[in-house]
């Protein structure tokens, strides 16, 4: 059984068009979060929330909107996709806000 | 902001010699991750080193957290082909949130 999924696992569209990421944790944690991997594999925190209360929030435009439908699931929502937008997003899950991370597969997003 | 930087960002040995990875900042963090991520995976969680002057291993991989819990180090002995990949430190805040600082990674090639 995977333990954080994420769908799709490619995503390729048009600037200006809107999409959706999903991602589901088997793992009964209380913490997800979404990170952004850019090309040269810097990795960096985009959200998290916890019992799906936002609980971080860095400075990402607001065309990025996350939502956590319950506790297991931590959507991204993206609006107006710009070319620079273009990167792997991965999703991860903790027990608490300290613990272990357990990351996803990633979608990598090109936006042409 | 803290930041993490890990050098060497490249690596490329020969299978069977030694290679150590630094992570360093000028931030006290509360702990220390480790994470191996593969091409077209996310990463996948070495190590946690809490302790400043703890030393964890892991078969042929010795993992150490400084004393002024500030910077670590990542130690092969008689690297395998099977060690290649990206390597990233990451740096826990139990003061905001348990967020998780990600150095900017350094990607290991062993050659057999």
């Known amino acids: 059984d995977t333990a954080v999924s994420q769908t799709p696992k490619y995503l390729v569209t048009q600037m200006g068009n809107d999409k959706s990421i999903k991602c589901e944790q088997n793992?009964?944690?209380?913490?997800m979060y979404w990170y952004k991997q850019d090309s040269k594999k810097f990795l960096k925190i985009m959200f998290s929330?916890?019992?799906?209360?936002?609980?971080i929030n860095e400075t990402v435009p607001n065309r990025f909107s996350p939502k956590s439908p319950d506790k297991a699931h931590l959507n991204l929502h993206i609006n107006s996709l710009e070319l620079g937008d273009s990167a792997v997003y991965f999703c991860?899950?903790?027990?608490?806000?300290?613990?272990?991370?357990?990351f996803g597969p990633g979608t990598r997003l090109l936006v042409l | 902001t803290q930041l993490l930087e890990q050098s060497p960002q490249f690596l490329s040995i020969q299978e069977g010699e030694n290679l150590t990875v630094y992570c360093n900042s000028s931030?006290?963090?509360?702990?220390l991750q480790w994470y191996r991520q593969e091409p077209g995976e996310g990463p996948v969680l070495l190590v946690t080193?809490?302790?400043?002057?703890e030393v964890k291993k892991l078969k042929r991989l010795t993992f150490q957290f400084g004393d002024a819990r500030k910077d670590s180090s990542l130690h092969i002995t008689a690297a395998q082909t099977g060690d290649t990949g990206l390597y990233l430190c990451?740096?826990?805040?139990?003061?905001?949130?348990?967020?998780?600082?990600f150095g900017d990674g350094t990607t290991l090639t062993v050659k057999p």
């Open positions: 931030s006290v963090f509360s702990s």
């Open positions: 991860a899950s903790s027990q608490g806000r300290e613990e272990t991370q357990y």
């Open positions: 793992l009964g944690h209380d913490t």
């Open positions: 929330y916890n019992n799906k209360e936002l609980i």
């Open positions: 080193v809490v302790t400043g002057g």
């Open positions: 990451a740096g826990g805040d139990n003061t905001n949130a348990g967020k998780s600082t």
